[in-house]
């Protein structure tokens, strides 16, 4: 098994919590190589109007460090 | 930024815990004006005849204090 | 209130968090009587090609004891 | 199952952390209606000359939101 | 020193925390060969009608394994 | 002693995290008598531009509940 | 207030966890002068032959420091 | 991945934490098949004569569910 | 590195958390040789009237051990 | 609402823990663009002759990533 | 003091935990300047065929930012 | 059983995190009679030019209180 590094990442989706982890993970992809898992950290919501209109999420994201 | 309060809310569905905390959110919302945010404290779920019968959470719920 | 007991388990689903539960409480249902309800404990899950490949969850499950 | 609130109350008997709580309850069961249960968050003591003068209980209270 | 294994319990009693653990005990043992010791994980009650109708106990046991 | 409850609060202020934590005291002390103590739960800050804009404090605050 | 003390204690009692912490109260008020509180830290036992032989505690002691 | 199960396991070693461990999954190797990971929750030690007389360590043990 | 102790103090200030902090460490300095540093454990205050009467804080804090 | 990240620093400085916080904000500034909050993680001191001589902080410092 | 960064890194070794943290600190120190300590977060192993074939631990190790 | 007390200790090593321990209990059996066991509660590194200088340990420490 190579070194790999833990990275803390917020994001959020107008639609579920999971949404929004995908929403991270869509993004770390961008950047980060080499992703291998994600721990969910915290689960929150913005409320407007009485109403859910953001699920939003903290993760752990872990990716492999190279060479 | 005005003075905001936290209360923890229990509730419950058949569905899902993401439409337990709709439960909560819509209850809170008869009594509660100013409801700005909430975080997921836990999640649990009753078990009747081996199938999940009640999706249950717990979430505290932050809404600003007037004047 | 008999006597219960707590037994902690993973499980996976290639769909969703709330999948991998009922999963978990698919099989544990195979050997154990009684269970009357659960607890999340953790929500992870596994990369592969920077996407989510397999929803991860920790859970405890409560189930009486008889007799 | 309705939405329910959990409050945090704090109370103290000469006797007992046992009868600190049931101080605490009767007391609740004044104002609130609807209670359903409560968890023990921390149990401490007041000491006066060496003998322990109060036994000092912090308990979360549930009760049922109605209608 | 044999190796070990620590089993989670909840039990109830309509008296007290302490009898509720008394009476997880008196299950445990039941089935349960060379219990050494134990320790409380949580202490919860039941309410009805503004009183404390069931002491309810978690704890996590422990019970030498033999060979 | 009497019983008294607690409840979450949070606040901010363009100066410190003590001067928030004086912004909640003040509003709760508006509408909640028989204030005895406090405890900080959490610190942290908005930043604008590369500079706090505000520090914000979550406190318990408890007070005692009259009859 | 004067600056006070904070020392970690265990004991143990045939009866009950609440005479433990009274065994261990009058043991530290043999040495130790202002003691002014305390905090139950955790609450174990030892069991022989099926039953409970001691009841053991982990206390937090507070006690003011002279001059 | 198949569901899985969680187990607390402790044991002691004369010479070293690691040991303890080593010594924990050699027992639960003989009655737990399907054995896939480990924890460390706690390390302690016992102490005779000034001198550490056991390495003991707490284990939570991760094992595959057949079928 | 020497070994070292760590203790917990409590004390308080009218001015504020920082101040009680100075305060302890200046008590503790009295009679404790070798300090090498702190960490706060909690930072509570007593209300009186509705104002902040007392800051108090508990810190932990490490010395030295000569020879 | 963008995907952020969540980076812990760690800062000192001879006045204040604000003013260390203050110093941690202005390095981050430097290199991180997007900076929009931040939570205090642990707040530490290092003695030197008996006085406080560094007031130090841990932070999780929070900046949306771009793109 | 210079602001310092805090980065979680994860490593394994088919030795000990200890040989672990030195892999970790070997990969971490070709890319990262001014490392100067670390904290142990977690010791896990994965089991293959009832023998521990991977020693894995996460740390949290810390570097002072440059200029 | 008699009333112990329990003592929070860091020591170094520049070998190992078990010999730092020992260390610690080295020095605590010069002042402290009747020691009992240990508990780990940390394990954290110093690191010079890239490698590990000094292995560092905090534990809290066991001991029976006479008479």
Known sequence: MAVA???RLTAASPTSWQDAVQE???RANK?????TGLEVVSQKAKIIDGEIAEYRVTID???VLEG
């Open 5 to 7: 590094r833990v990275t």
């Open 24 to 26: 991270a993970i869509g």
């Open 31 to 35: 950047t980060l190589r080499g992703l």
């Open 61 to 63: 994201v872990t990716f």
